[in-house]
C-alpha cells in the first residue's frame, strides 16, 4: 500500500486509542493489516532491480514527502487548532508507526546483511501483500484514506 494511505490510518488510530503505549504497537499492526487490501503501489509485480532504478525510487520520495506533510499537518492540526498536546504527540509517534514496517523494509535495497528483526519484517510484508490491478488497486486505498480520515475528523471535535 502507498505510504500516504498507511499514515492516515495511523492518525485514525492516534485520534481514537487515547494511551499512546497502546495506539503505537496498534499503528504498527495496522500497517500490516493495510498491506493485505488489495492495492496498487510504485513497487507492484516489480524485481528487485525495478525498485531501485527509473522513475521508481522518485515516485517513491514524492509520495514519502506527501505522507510526511500529511502527518506533519495532522500535528500542527492537534497542537494548534485542537489545542491537545497529547494528540499531537499520538499522532506523530502513530503517523511513524503506520508506516515503520516499510522504512524497514526500504532499509533492504542498500543494505546487503539484514539482521533478524529486520528479515521477519520483510517476510511478514511480502506474504502480506495483496496486489490489485489499476484502476481498482488506487480506488481500495482512496476508500482507506477517506473512512481514516472521517474517523479522524469525528473523533476530534472542534
Ligand atoms: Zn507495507
Known amino acids: 500500500m502507498l505510504l500516504t494511505p498507511h499514515t492516515l490510518v495511523g492518525l485514525a488510530v492516534a485520534s481514537v486509542i487515547k494511551d ?9 499492526g495496522m500497517h500490516y493489516l493495510g498491506d493485505m487490501v488489495p492495492h496498487w503501489d510504485f513497487f507492484s509485480n516489480t524485481n ?13 520520495a514524492g509520495e514519502l514527502s506527501l505522507a510526511v506533510a500529511t502527518g506533519t499537518a495532522a500535528v500542527l492540526y492537534a497542537l494548534w487548532l485542537v489545542n491537545d498536546p497529547a494528540l499531537a504527540f499520538r499522532m506523530l509517534i502513530c503517523g511513524i508507526g503506520g508506516v515503520i514496517p516499510d522504512l524497514l523494509s ?27 490491478p489499476l484502476p481498482w488497486g488506487i480506488l481500495t486505498q482512496l476508500l482507506v484514506s477517506g473512512f481514516s480520515a472521517l474517523v479522524i475528523l469525528g473523533s476530534i471535535a472542534l
Open 20 to 28: 499512546p503505549l497502546i495506539a503505537f504497537p496498534v499503528s504498527v
Open 48 to 60: 528487485e532491480e525495478q525498485r531501485v532504478s527509473g522513475w521508481r525510487p522518485l515516485a517513491v
Open 106 to 132: 526500504g532499509l533492504k535495497m542498500y543494505l546487503k546483511d539484514l539482521n533478524g528483526l529486520l528479515k521477519i519484517n520483510n517476510h511478514i510484508q511480502e506474504k502480506l501483500q495483496f496486489q490489485a
